[in-house]
């Protein structure tokens, strides 16, 4: 008895149960830490996708049956070392990097930025849009038939017509009459459809960067010969806290015998 009481006095009153209450409370608050963490974290990073990714961008998939899918998204220009590059964002988690930087001139009045894919696997090709303008005949939905009476009137304005020019007013009656009438069934069927102008848009292949396409190569060169000691050892660093971390969450567990208050109160 005098043992446990100088044991007891020589460590300050610590025991197993003082332990394991200290750690139960640093474990709480650090899997608190650690969810508050992940949140700013992707807080932090949806922040930066609106700041970064602002540029409409148009895909147009083309399929192996000829038709073409549209595709709507967002794209922007990111610095990779003294490399600035454009990536499209095609998923929420996934990003595409162009293989070169788009020609701004050929932005539309939105500013956005056409491109051509032929398969998913296939690089982004930029593409300018024309319009072309094409007349062609559709039926007015405005015309009215005219009676008998109208056409009969107008075919007597049309003689009329016929009589006071010098090359017609020597002609019989007979051709005359059949002029007036071609003339004036003419003018119904002008009536009876009407000219437009129908517009589609066209799209071609931009002229390639070339330089730019150079300076993109060798950084991926460099990237794929080079190693970044600093990214390692970063990388090292974020592992062992990360494993310590998952420590402290299965340490947490098993104090409470599988149960996590947290999520269960």
Do not use: H
């Not at 100088?6 to 608050?29: E, R, V």
């Not at 969810?35 to 996708?49: E, H, P, R, S």
């Not at 009536?191 to 931009?206: F, G, H, M, Q, W």
């Amino acid at each position: 008895m005098a043992d446990d009481l100088g044991l007891s006095k020589l460590t300050g009153g610590l025991s197993f149960d003082s332990i394991q209450s200290g750690l139960y409370g640093y474990a709480l608050w650090i899997i608190y830490g650690v969810l508050a963490l992940g949140v700013a974290v992707f807080g932090w990073m949806k922040w930066q996708d609106k700041k970064v990714y602002i540029y409409p961008v148009r895909i147009y998939k083309q399929r192996n049956n000829g038709q073409v899918k549209e595709f709507n998204t967002f794209g922007g220009y990111i610095k990779k070392g003294n490399i600035s590059q454009f990536c499209v964002k095609m998923t929420k988690f996934k990003k595409k990097i162009v293989d070169k930087l788009p020609l701004s001139e050929y932005m539309d009045e939105d500013n956005r930025i056409s491109y051509w894919q032929l398969n998913p696997d296939s690089p982004l090709i930029q593409v300018k849009r024309n319009f072309a303008v094409e007349q062609i005949l559709v039926p007015n939905d405005n015309f009215v038939e005219p009676s008998k009476e109208e056409v009969e009137m107008a075919i007597k304005y049309a003689l009329i017509t016929l009589n006071e020019k010098e090359e017609t007013k020597n002609l019989t009656e007979e051709e005359k009459r059949t002029i007036a009438e071609r003339l004036v069934q003419e003018e119904i069927e002008s009536k009876r459809n009407i000219l437009i102008d129908e517009t589609y848009p066209t799209y071609s292949p931009v002229p390639t960067d070339l330089k730019q396409q150079a300076l993109t190569d060798i950084n991926i060169y460099k990237q794929t010969l080079g190693v970044d000691v600093n990214k390692q050892f970063a990388y090292f660093v974020a592992g062992v806290i990360a494993l310590a971390i998952l420590g402290i969450v299965i340490f947490y567990i098993a104090m409470n015998k599988g149960d996590v208050p947290i999520v269960t109160k």
